[in-house]
C-alpha cells in the first residue's frame, strides 16, 4: 500500500474538488491517503503579522509544510500531491525526493491576466526584486514536480509558455462533476417537452462571492426582461436582497440535497464572473444538462461550446448579457437543445469520477517508482 499526502487547498471550488477525490479513494486500496487540509482563514495570534496574514502563498505554503513535516514524522510517504501549486512553494526539498504531482486551476501569470478584468483584489506580478523572486519560487516549484495536471488548457498554455515546463510533464484534467449532476442530466435530456413552460424560466446562479462573480451584472441585464419572464435562484454567502422574483439561499454544500435541487428546478445557469479561472459549478451545470451563460475570463469558455451549449459573453457587457438571457428565456426549444449539447460535452470532459480516477493512477504509478532524489528543479 502506497502512503500517499494530499496537501489540498481549502478555498471555493477546491473544496468540492477535494470532497469528490476522496470519494474516488474509497475504490483504490492500493493507496494510503494521508489528508492534509489547508484552509484558507487567518485566527489568534497570526492576525497581527502583516506578511502572513495577508499574503495567501505565504500562508498555504507555510501550513503546507508544517503539515507535511507532522506527516512525515509517523512514517516516510511514497507520493505527494499538492492541489494546488500554492502551497507547494516552500516543500520544493521534499519534492526533490518525493515524486510529486501538482495539480492547479491556474498559474500565477494566469491569475494576473484575469485580475485585469476586475474581478479579483491581487497585485499583478510587476517587474520589481520581489516579484522576480516570487516566480522563481512558483518556477522552481513546478519544474520539481514529476508531473503537472492542470485543469485546463488554458493553464496547460501558460505552464509551459511562461514557466517553461516539459508539455511531456503534463496532464489536463479538469475536476469535473459528481455523478447526482449527471443523473439530473439524464433525467432532464430525456424529457420531451412540447411549448413553453406555465410559468417564469427559473435562472440559477451560483457563487460564493456575489460581486467578483458577476451578482450585480446579472441583476442590471435581468431588469431589461419582461419581468413577468422569469424567476432567479441566487446561492451565495454574501447577502444579496431578497424580493419576490429573486431567492436567495445561504448555507448550501456542494453537493448537497438542497444544491442539486435547485439544479433540478432551474432552466438556465447564469455565472457572468469578473475574475475566475475554471469555476466547477460550470461543469455541474453541463453535466444536469442546463444551457450555460458565462464569461470570456480565465478558462470559463472551455466549459461551454459557444452557439451549441450556452453563451459567452465579454465579462461587464449587461447589455450582451442581458441579450443572451432574453435569447434563452424566449426559446424553450433553445434551452432544451443546449441543455444536451452540454450534457454530452460534460459526459466527454467532465465525469469526476473517471478524472478523478486517472489522477489516481498518475499518483499510485509515481508512488510505485519510488524516491527519485537529486531530480533537477
Known amino acids: ?68 513535516d507532522g506527516a512525515l514524522k509517523h512514517g516516510p510517504l511514497d507520493a ?22 501538482i495539480s492547479l486551476d491556474a498559474t500565477p501569470i494566469n491569475y494576473d491576466d484575469v485580475t485585469r478584468h476586475g474581478g479579483y483584489e491581487h497585485e499583478i506580478a510587476g517587474d520589481g526584486f520581489v516579484d522576480r523572486q516570487k516566480y522563481q519560487m512558483n518556477r522552481r516549484a513546478l519544474q520539481a514536480a514529476a508531473t503537472l495536471v492542470p485543469w485546463s ?8 509558455n511562461d514557466y517553461g515546463v516539459d508539455p511531456a510533464r503534463i496532464t489536463v484534467l479538469a475536476p469535473g462533476a459528481d455523478a447526482a449532476f449527471f443523473d439530473l442530466g439524464r433525467r432532464r435530456v430525456a424529457q ?9 424560466v ?19 441585464a435581468l431588469g431589461g426582461l419582461p419581468a413577468e419572464s422569469w424567476q432567479l435562484d441566487v446561492v451565495t454567502r454574501d447577502l444579496v436582497s431578497q424580493t419576490d422574483r429573486i431567492r436567495v439561499h445561504h448555507g448550501v ?26 469555476a466547477v459549478v460550470l461543469m455541474e451545470a453541463t453535466a444536469a444538462g442546463l444551457p450555460v451563460i458565462t464569461t470570456h475570463v480565465g478558462a470559463l469558455g472551455e466549459a461551454v461550446l459557444a452557439g451549441e451549449s450556452g453563451a459567452i459573453v465579454p465579462p461587464h457587457d449587461v ?19 443546449m441543455g444536451r449539447a452540454g450534457h454530452a460535452l460534460a459526459l466527454e470532459r467532465f465525469v469526476a469520477a473517471e478524472n478523478n480516477r486517472r489522477l489516481l493512477d498518475i499518483i499510485a504509478e509515481h508512488a510505485g517508482r519510488g524516491a527519485q532524489p537529486g531530480r533537477a528543479a
Open 192 to 200: 420531451e417537452r412540447v411549448g413553453e413552460p406555465g410559468g417564469p
Open 319 to 337: 447589455a450582451a448579457l442581458s441579450e443572451a438571457l432574453g435569447a434563452l428565456v424566449g426559446d424553450g426549444d433553445m434551452r432544451i437543445r
Open 80 to 101: 505527494l500531491l499538492f492541489h494546488t501549486q500554492v502551497t507547494s512553494l516552500f516543500s520544493v526539498d521534499r519534492m526533490r525526493h518525493t515524486p510529486t504531482v
Open 153 to 160: 488548457g488554458w493553464a496547460r498554455d501558460s505552464l509551459v
Open 1 to 68: 500500500m502506497a502512503r500517499v499526502a494530499f496537501v489540498m487547498e481549502q478555498t471555493l471550488g477546491h473544496v468540492t474538488h477535494a470532497r469528490n477525490l476522496a470519494a474516488a479513494l474509497a475504490a483504490r486500496p492500493e493507496v494510503s491517503p494521508v489528508w492534509l487540509p489547508i484552509e484558507f482563514d487567518v485566527q489568534g495570534m497570526a492576525r497581527f503579522l502583516p506578511l502572513y496574514r495577508g499574503n495567501w502563498s505565504v500562508r498555504a505554503s507555510w501550513r503546507a509544510r508544517r503539515a507535511l
Open 253 to 278: 454544500g456542494p453537493n448537497s440535497p438542497e444544491l442539486l435541487a435547485l439544479f433540478a428546478q432551474a432552466d438556465i445557469f447564469v455565472l457572468p464572473s469578473l475574475g475566475e479561472c475554471l
Open 202 to 220: 427559473r435562472i440559477l446562479f451560483v457563487g460564493g462571492d456575489w460581486r467578483r462573480k458577476g451578482g450585480p451584472q446579472l441583476l442590471e
